[in-house]
């Protein structure tokens, strides 16, 4: 218990639920997940976009690993390479949001998608998705070490935090989006500006984590 103590006395929470935050953020951004989660649950039902969600959340698990494993040793030996990934992090974000500014606003729903595919598989199938996609290293590599909340803390124990977070984030932002999926695809049908307003919110947060990684210290 004493050693309980002494971790929470070590954390730096603002930093924990600005990480928070902008999980959630990201996660209700329109990207290829949510929006195929969304499918799922309107064509499937909500057991079916459930399914695919836990197996999206649970891929994290993976690139979380080699994210704690790899980046935790260049951390221990270097503060320059350190500050390189920093910088590395800092300008993939404003890539990703000057991308997201150049592609197209609207939100399409293939609502005619009728995989007869049972839970287990699309568990397997948001599983895979998520762990065969490169860009989810990356984007971990660019999001999670600029957000190490303690001076004290093993950072791969860190690491697992964040990215226990994050998947909780997912899990949340996805879950309702497979709940809620037939009220959410009737708002997005109705209010056309939805998805722009959504994209810039996107935007928002990748700039806004952007320079607080550059301003960040170790």
Request: net charge positive; hydrophobic share 55%.
């Amino acid at each position: 218990m004493h050693s309980l103590f002494l971790f929470l006395e070590t954390v730096n929470y603002p930093i924990l639920i600005g990480f928070l935050v902008s999980s959630l953020a990201l996660a209700i951004s329109p990207g290829p997940d949510n929006i195929f989660v969304l499918t799922q649950s309107i064509s499937n039902g909500t057991k079916s976009g459930l399914a695919t969600v836990f197996g999206l959340v649970s891929g994290c698990l993976v690139h979380t690993t080699l994210l704690a494993f790899g980046v935790s040793e260049i951390i221990k030996r270097s503060d320059a390479l350190f500050f390189a990934i920093k910088l590395f992090g800092a300008l993939y974000l404003l890539y990703l949001a000057y991308q997201v500014y150049r592609s197209d606003a609207s939100i399409l729903l293939d609502k005619e998608n009728k995989p007869t595919k049972t839970p287990v598989k699309l568990f397997w199938t948001g599983f895979t998705m998520n762990v065969l996609n490169p860009k989810v290293t990356i984007f971990f590599l660019a999001f999670f070490p600029g957000f190490l909340f303690s001076e004290e803390l093993n950072t791969v124990i860190q690491f697992y935090i964040l990215g226990l977070l994050f998947m909780l984030s997912a899990l949340i932002v996805f879950g309702a989006i497979a709940v809620l999926a037939g009220k959410i695809s009737k708002y997005l049908t109705r209010h056309n500006k939805a998805g722009l307003y959504l994209k810039w919110v996107q935007i928002v947060v990748f700039v806004g984590i952007a320079i607080y990684l550059f301003l960040s210290d170790k």
